[in-house]
């Protein structure tokens, strides 16, 4: 897909953007456990997709693939473990079985979980024999993928004892655990989540009650990004709220540092660029807490000649694909210079941006969705483009409305 920029007469008055795939997922795995919870406005996401057909099918599975799903290959090894009578092989893509699951099945081992490896030990694809966990206490590291411990907070409401998270090392992505946390709260389960121990208690069933999905604001960080690169005017997206259990609404605060200004009404966010901002030369975040922005930060220091250290990215080399040696390869085609370490991105800026660049995407739909606003400042071309349907399945339509055309 090859795009550039063409300026729109007017940007669209209302951007709706897909459910949040973190939420829905969560809420999915919870529907599972507790069937008189009704969902509305899941994710469209592939990742989300993928997980719901699952939850329906695995009495009846023998081989359950989910693909590229990252989260539904985490949350499923924590819920098959837990379904007495089933026994299921859980696989998934080339990439899926080369991202480890190691720390998150010994987990589940010392529960009393029956999870044997496939092929490679700590890696997919997994044979798990579903039976009744009696244990009620474990220890895990905490600067691992954080989805591997809610996972674990998911089904510890089903476990006849609750369930006691003690977590070691320096905690990473502790947002996306609060947000477990509170989701599971918001269903009625007690939870007490303090320093470094997460106590859920055993609920056997919850009451009739229906969930509205708040939309992803990760997906919102690309028309962050977008309007950080625009040279003027203001988009307003829904449905999001003020008081967001997702960490990556974050992006708001941010984004001030790009002179982007951020307005809650009703359900939506209006955009609007700082008319009297100046630009910095030289920005420093720590995303420890939502290192899923990374990306699309990195793209817009980019476009708006900002250097920039961005520290806090030790999980992104396990994500979809090695994120920050990707980003590295790509920002450099650029003209750009980026040094990574394991969990640092460093990127010293050209004030003239190459054109025509190819931009590989590994597989990963952030990397396409990162790269694409950069169209605003450079003609480039965005490789495999239908990566994006694993979290936003409509990003390429919604984008066009800003003015970044497919040219041909």
Same mark, same amino acid.
């Given at each position: 897909?090859? !795009?550039?920029?063409?300026?729109? +007469?007017?940007?669209?008055?209302?951007?709706? $953007?897909?459910? =949040?795939?973190?939420?829905?997922?969560?809420?999915?795995?919870?529907?599972?456990?507790?069937?008189?919870?009704? @969902?509305?406005?899941?994710?469209?996401?592939?990742?989300? @997709?993928?997980?719901?057909?699952?939850?329906?099918?695995?009495?009846?599975?023998?081989?359950?693939?989910?693909?590229?799903?990252?989260?539904?290959?985490?949350?499923?090894?924590?819920?098959?473990?837990?379904?007495?009578? +089933?026994?299921?092989?859980?696989?998934?893509?080339?990439?899926?079985?080369?991202?480890?699951?190691?720390?998150?099945?010994?987990?589940?081992?010392?529960?009393?979980?029956?999870?044997?490896?496939?092929?490679?030990?700590?890696?997919?694809? !997994?044979?798990?024999?579903?039976?009744?966990?009696?244990?009620?206490?474990?220890?895990? &590291?905490? +600067? $691992?993928?954080?989805?591997?411990?809610?996972?674990?907070?998911?089904?510890?409401?089903?476990?006849?004892?609750?369930?006691?998270?003690? !977590?070691? =090392?320096?905690?990473?992505?502790?947002?996306? @655990?609060?947000?477990?946390?509170?989701?599971?709260?918001?269903?009625?389960?007690?939870?007490?989540?303090?320093?470094?121990?997460?106590?859920?208690?055993?609920?056997?069933?919850?009451?009739?009650?229906?969930?509205?999905?708040?939309?992803? *604001?990760?997906?919102?960080?690309?028309?962050?990004?977008?309007?950080?690169?625009?040279?003027?005017?203001?988009?307003?997206?829904?449905?999001?709220?003020? /008081?967001?259990?997702?960490?990556?609404?974050?992006?708001?605060?941010?984004?001030?540092?790009?002179?982007?200004?951020?307005?809650?009404?009703?359900?939506?966010?209006?955009?609007?660029?700082?008319?009297?901002?100046?630009?910095?030369?030289? $920005?420093?975040?720590?995303?420890? /807490?939502?290192?899923?922005?990374?990306?699309?930060?990195?793209?817009?220091?980019?476009?708006? +000649?900002?250097?920039?250290?961005?520290?806090?990215?030790?999980?992104?080399?396990?994500?979809?694909?090695?994120?920050?040696?990707?980003?590295?390869?790509?920002?450099?085609?650029?003209?750009?210079?980026?040094?990574?370490?394991?969990?640092?991105?460093?990127?010293?800026?050209?004030?003239?941006?190459?054109?025509?660049?190819?931009?590989?995407?590994?597989?990963?739909?952030?990397?396409?969705?990162?790269?694409?606003?950069?169209?605003?400042?450079?003609?480039?071309?965005?490789?495999?483009?239908?990566?994006?349907?694993?979290?936003? &399945?409509?990003? *390429?339509?919604?984008?066009?409305?800003?003015?970044?055309?497919?040219?041909?």
């Amino acid at each position: 897909m090859k !795009l550039n920029f063409q300026k729109p +007469n007017s940007l669209p008055q209302l951007i709706k $953007i897909t459910g =949040s795939k973190s939420i829905s997922n969560r809420y999915l795995i919870l529907q599972a456990l507790y069937p008189k919870l009704k @969902l509305e406005g899941l994710s469209e996401s592939d990742d989300t @997709l993928v997980l719901k057909k699952a939850l329906e099918s695995f009495q009846n599975s023998e081989v359950i693939d989910v693909h590229h799903a990252g989260t539904a290959m985490r949350f499923l090894t924590a819920f098959l473990a837990t379904n007495a009578n +089933n026994s299921i092989v859980l696989t998934g893509s080339s990439r899926m079985q080369e991202r480890p699951i190691g720390i998150l099945v010994d987990a589940l081992r010392d529960l009393g979980a029956n999870i044997e490896y496939q092929k490679n030990t700590d890696f997919p694809p !997994l044979k798990i024999e579903g039976r009744d966990l009696l244990k009620n206490e474990l220890k895990i &590291p905490a +600067n $691992i993928s954080s989805q591997f411990i809610s996972a674990l907070m998911l089904i510890a409401p089903s476990l006849k004892e609750g369930l006691n998270i003690q !977590l070691t =090392s320096n905690l990473t992505s502790r947002p996306y @655990l609060e947000m477990t946390a509170k989701i599971l709260k918001s269903i009625g389960i007690q939870v007490e989540f303090k320093d470094e121990n997460i106590q859920i208690s055993y609920q056997p069933h919850v009451d009739y009650q229906t969930v509205s999905i708040e939309s992803d *604001w990760s997906s919102a960080s690309y028309f962050y990004s977008a309007l950080a690169l625009l040279p003027e005017g203001e988009i307003r997206l829904a449905e999001y709220h003020k /008081d967001s259990i997702q960490g990556d609404a974050k992006v708001a605060e941010i984004y001030k540092q790009f002179g982007i200004e951020t307005q809650f009404k009703s359900n939506t966010i209006k955009l609007s660029k700082n008319k009297d901002f100046t630009l910095p030369k030289f $920005i420093q975040l720590d995303l420890n /807490d939502t290192p899923d922005l990374a990306q699309t930060i990195a793209v817009t220091c980019l476009g708006l +000649n900002i250097s920039c250290i961005l520290t806090g990215l030790q999980t992104l080399k396990v994500k979809e694909t090695d994120r920050l040696q990707a980003l590295k390869n790509e920002i450099e085609k650029f003209g750009a210079e980026v040094n990574i370490t394991d969990s640092t991105l460093e990127m010293k800026t050209s004030s003239e941006l190459n054109s025509g660049v190819k931009i590989e995407t590994y597989n990963d739909h952030r990397m396409a969705m990162s790269f694409a606003p950069l169209a605003i400042k450079t003609d480039l071309h965005i490789l495999n483009p239908k990566v994006v349907t694993k979290s936003f &399945p409509d990003f *390429w339509v919604q984008i066009n409305a800003l003015g970044i055309k497919e040219i041909y």
